[in-house]
């Protein structure tokens, strides 16, 4: 794949001295992860898929690798971006989004609004791969439109100790079955009979619950794509939760989803940037291998020009992405660059899948080859951590 004007490929290298904040360290960094992700992911990866999750013990050698507990914030976020980016590329976006999920998105909330004590509970367990994490945010009725929530936390006693008692259901949970440790949003206050949809996500809290308590049921739930992201439904029948595990101020969920999804989407995306990186490398390298009428497929100028815009794409997209998480370093990410990232690198991951699906021909298009699980994985990355439509709207809203 060519992105430089003289018609010879920029090394990784090069492209990432373009960036000013990147430095030959983030380089090396770059280096070791790959090599990392070489050995401890890449000869397991089909099995994963197949067994349709990470098992135990490879999560604590993703641990021991250094692959679960590169930072969230400050410099550290830029060399997570690199991680991001890198386990974007390796084909699997099941396996990508399971790690994302659990030492990003899920623990994103435990940094942001745990205690010290919570913290140190869960946070080095995590790091280690000893206890994964998942985030049970979602429910059939409540989507793109939390107000639907109907998980509820009831005070299990009247004074400030009291714990509480979890009743709901949850759906589309990733590491869901693998999970110690789930992140789960629940209303804490019953809205007023007379509140209608308005009464939104006030009165709801984050709650962190052992995913083993007694009342939690969780069932597979396989999807078509994202195979080895172990998708689970809950479902949460009188569990007993303490008043420990309240994440942050009680009823105070809305403030607290609204920062973590500026984090998640941003982590989606760089993700998500690595999985065209890797579909734009197999696609020029079989329109260049692969001879029709002849000639290689790239000698098309249909097929050349089609290339050229999502190579195009793609760099506006990558450094779109370097630009985002160099703000989030400097605590400044904003919804609307969030939102335009996970639109744009997730909406170009499914066109290029489309268009690699479509330059293989059959053979991109048989059952259990890599260019068919790029595409039928792509389409996930469009509706996970908020829809195409709901970015568009954020995106409107904040502009
Ligand atoms: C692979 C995968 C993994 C997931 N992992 C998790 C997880 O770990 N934890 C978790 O809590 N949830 C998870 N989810 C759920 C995910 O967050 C929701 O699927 C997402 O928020 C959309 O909600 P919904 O599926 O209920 O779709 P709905 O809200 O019913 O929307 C359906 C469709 O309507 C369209 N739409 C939505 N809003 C608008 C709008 N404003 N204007 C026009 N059209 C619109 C979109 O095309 C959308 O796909 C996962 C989902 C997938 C597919």
Known sequence: MSTSLTGRRPTDRELALEFPFFGSDHDAFRARIRARIVESVLPRAEAWEEQHGIPADAWKELGAAGLLDVGHTGEDFLRSAVLLEELGSTGYAGIRASIGVHAYMALSYVLLFGTPEQQAAHVPAAHRGERITALAISETGAGSDLRGLRTYAAPSGSDAAAGFVLDGHKSYVANGMGAGLLVVLARTRR??????AEHG????????VDADSPGITRRPQPMLGWRAADITEITFDGVEVPADALLGRRDRALMQVMRALDFERLVAGLLAVGGVRHTLRLLDEHVRARRVKGVPLASHQSVRHRLGELYGEFDMVRRYAFHAAWLHSKGRLDTCTASVLKLRSTELALAAAQVCAQYHGAQGYLEGSAVA????????????AGASELMRDMIFEAS
Do not use: N
């Not at 699980?373 to 996970?384: F, N, Q, S």
């Open 191 to 196: 809205p007023a009979p007379d509140a209608g």
């Open 201 to 208: 996500l006030t009165g709801a809290s984050m709650l962190l």
């Open 373 to 384: 699980r790029l595409h039928r994985d792509a389409t996930a990355g469009t509706i996970a």
